[in-house]
């Protein structure tokens, strides 16, 4: 538990970049999204619990997916109150302090970098193109479904 707790005070610190940026861009004011930030600080602290007390390979932001996925259903009687006030963060808000906190992260291991030279690159250009056919063809498919072409 006591790492769950130190992991939070990151979370905490990620969050309040992120409305931070938040309130940069849109100009939403910051005391106006508290309820966003109790809200992401819930997801994340139950992933987090989750990840410590149940024994599988699973990286926590799986857990976290399956909890927001869990909160969302229509029938939970907190939804409304989690669509509504993670509604008001936008993901490129949150993706700023995330980039910053990798490179940090990437940067301390500078010497296994290296070690992986030009594969890192090849590593990078299948996964990016994966991704990106991947996600056309779930949006070709969706639409398709829908009518909408």
């Known amino acids: 538990m006591q790492s769950v707790l130190n992991d939070m005070k990151f979370v905490f610190l990620a969050l309040l970049l992120a409305m931070f940026t938040q ?16 809200a992401m600080s819930i997801v994340v602290f139950l992933s987090l619990v ?3 007390y149940i024994k599988s390979p699973l990286p926590t932001f799986a857990y976290a997916t399956i909890i ?3 909160i969302c259903l229509p029938e939970t009687a907190v939804r409304t109150f ?3 006030s993670i509604g008001k963060v936008q993901f490129l808000s949150c993706t700023v302090p995330l980039l910053a906190f ?3 992260s990437v940067g301390g291991k500078m010497e296994e970098l290296k070690k992986l030279s ?3 690159i090849v590593l990078f250009l299948v996964v990016s193109t994966s991704c990106f056919l991947g996600a056309s063809l779930i ?3 969706g ?6 072409i």
């Open 82 to 84: 989690f669509l509504d």
């Open 68 to 70: 927001g996925i869990l």
């Open 139 to 141: 949006a070709q498919l």
């Open 118 to 120: 030009w594969k890192v």
């Open 50 to 52: 989750a990840k410590s």
């Open 143 to 148: 639409f398709s479904m829908k009518g909408i």
């Open 23 to 38: 309130t940069l861009t849109t100009g939403i004011s910051f005391f106006n999204m508290w309820d966003s930030f109790i």
């Open 102 to 104: 990798a490179g940090l």
